[in-house]
């Protein structure tokens, strides 16, 4: 880099200073890196009243998924993504592979308003927690605002 | 100052490096801050596309840990003390959110006795966190 050595005083500096630019672009930097890792993900879901009288009739609008151990017998976390193909699982009293779920939850409760598109789960107790999560996240793909309400395990 | 003048002395030190190395050393202790916390190490299970819990702090995390250890806010608890320790994180909210870190590796039953725990509490609604496939994190 040369000064222009002329004596008119007023040579034109050519560059843009970017130094307040890196700045204020660290400093977005530093909020988000400090905002990120406290966001959280996952999914809502309604526990059973432990009091509420289970005998009650079931109204014939819930849709009730059960998932079984015998069915779907994923008892370690599965490996990679998804869900392992030899899992079944119960819906409405139907016995379905599970990868067939988003297009049947879809089709039954994508017609209801959205206050009524809850799904009922029964799980075995024994089935690995991310693999029931991960049900729940192919339950919900196809359907918006689904309410996940967990039935009392028989 | 002129450009032009020779040999004129610079008054001012240039402190823009000096700021870029603090900044630097900033986002290092800040990245590196959340992995030094006390808390469970929870390995979350992984799942497609977990909806938006926003942001843990105004939740009242419940952690399991791989061996079922319960822990609330970072503390951990024993089990038998689990109900009065939740009232007390809770305190005089009325609408508290809490969350569940389950580790992927349990079994339902487990995420169950903590769900009934806290619903006896008369809380009903909880989320169950999960971490985004194929993103990095905790």
């Not at chain 2, 008054?11 to 823009?16: F, G, L, R, S, V």
């Not at chain 2, 490096?17 to 900033?26: G, K, R, Y």
């Not at chain 2, 503390?75 to 939740?86: G, K, M, N, R, S």
Request: with cysteine.
């Amino acid at each position: 880099m040369q000064f222009d050595n002329n004596d008119s005083g007023s040579s034109l500096q050519s560059e843009i200073n970017i130094t307040p630019l890196v700045d204020v672009v660290l400093v977005l930097l530093i909020i988000f890196m400090v905002v990120v890792p406290l966001l959280i993900e996952g999914y809502d879901v309604d526990i059973p009243r432990a009091s509420a009288d289970t005998s009650a009739p079931v109204a014939e609008s819930q849709l009730i998924l059960s998932i079984g151990s015998a069915a779907c017998p994923i008892l370690t976390p599965p490996a990679g993504e998804g869900i392992p193909k030899n899992c079944e699982v119960t819906l409405a009293d139907q016995k379905i592979p599970v990868a067939e779920l988003p297009a049947r939850v879809a089709a039954i409760l994508g017609g209801r308003p959205a206050e009524q598109r809850a799904l009922f789960l029964a799980v075995d107790d024994r089935l690995n927690y991310e693999a029931v999560l991960r049900i729940i996240d192919l339950a919900k793909s196809r359907v918006e605002d689904l309410k996940i309400e967990f039935v009392a395990a028989n | 100052m002129r450009l032009g003048e020779p040999a004129r002395m610079q008054a001012a030190i240039n402190i823009t490096p000096l700021v870029d190395v603090v900044l630097v050393l900033l986002i290092i202790f800040m990245v590196m801050a959340p992995q030094m916390r006390k808390g469970p190490d929870v390995n979350l299970p992984n799942t497609t596309k977990p909806n938006s819990q926003g942001d843990e702090r105004g939740r009242i995390l419940v952690s399991i840990d791989e061996a079922g250890g319960l822990w609330i806010n970072d503390q951990p608890v024993a089990a038998e003390h689990f109900d009065e320790t939740l009232r007390a994180a809770v305190g005089a909210e009325t609408n508290p959110k809490i969350v569940i870190r389950g580790d992927a590796k349990l079994n339902f039953r487990e995420v169950r006795e903590v769900m009934v725990a806290i619903e006896q509490e008369g809380f009903r609604g909880v989320g169950l966190i999960a971490k985004r496939a194929g993103a990095e994190g905790k």
